[in-house]
């Protein structure tokens, strides 16, 4: 067997403004086939949705992290805008009441 990947023929309903967009690929010389448009946008719909995966798998460990950590140092929204206020030097930090 030789190392050509075997291929499928589907069939795809398209708009015709992407109709447009892939016609104008081909004729432009970037891609040699319609087919090829479409297989290059479900490469790059593939890595997208693998980065979205990581991205979300990242989010959940920094959640869990967060929550071991156990409890913030501030009180409020009001007093981590003060901190960051006084990180950027923009007024002295002053408690907040209550």
Known sequence: MSGTPKVAKVSVALTPEMTELVQQAVASGEYASGSEVIREALREWKYRRTLKLHDHD????????GLASGPGRFGSIEDIKQE????????????TQG
Not at 58 to 65: G, P, Y
Not at 84 to 95: I, L, T
């Open 58 to 65: 990242e989010l959940r460990r920094l959640w869990a992290e």
């Open 84 to 95: 960051a206020r006084r990180r950027r030097g923009a007024e002295p930090v002053m408690p």
